[in-house]
């Protein structure tokens, strides 16, 4: 008379990750998180001639231009362009205060990774600056 059969243990599949940027850092980039930090991924579609008005961010972010191209007005009135694969790093508190556009003709894609105090907002909304 046989017992039960062993049960054999079938190999599994590793997970594949979704991949939602890929993006090539040109900047130096430091990166000091303290403990308790909010991290945040978020993903932006603007339609053409849309923007992101004037606003700052209480922590640092970095964002991959996914489709598209991405212009961003800087607090000293300089111009950013930057093309899908690229990475940007934006400046931290309201000295950085900049707005984003999208002035191509189909839609600008972004994927942002935001290391926030727990409270902040993924941005703050501000005036313009005198330039």
Not at 21 to 42: E, I, K, S, W
Not at 81 to 102: C, F, M, S, W, Y
Request: glycine share 10%; charged share 15%; with cysteine.
């Amino acid at each position: 008379m046989s017992g039960p059969s062993p049960v054999t243990a079938r190999p599994t599949a590793e997970p594949v990750p979704a991949l939602f940027a890929d993006g090539l850092l040109t900047d130096p980039l430091a990166l000091a998180v303290p403990q308790g930090t909010r991290v945040v991924v978020a993903r932006y579609e603007i339609p053409p001639g849309g923007e992101l008005p004037w606003h700052y961010h209480e922590g640092r972010v970095v964002a991959v231009v996914t489709a598209g191209t991405l212009t961003r007005t800087l607090a000293d009135g300089s111009e950013c362009v930057t093309p899908a694969g690229q990475v940007i790093v934006e400046p931290v508190g309201p000295r950085g205060v900049h707005k984003a556009e999208n002035r191509g003709s189909r839609t600008l894609e972004l994927c942002a990774l935001f290391f926030l105090p727990v409270d902040a907002p993924l941005s703050t909304r501000a005036a313009p600056p005198a330039v």
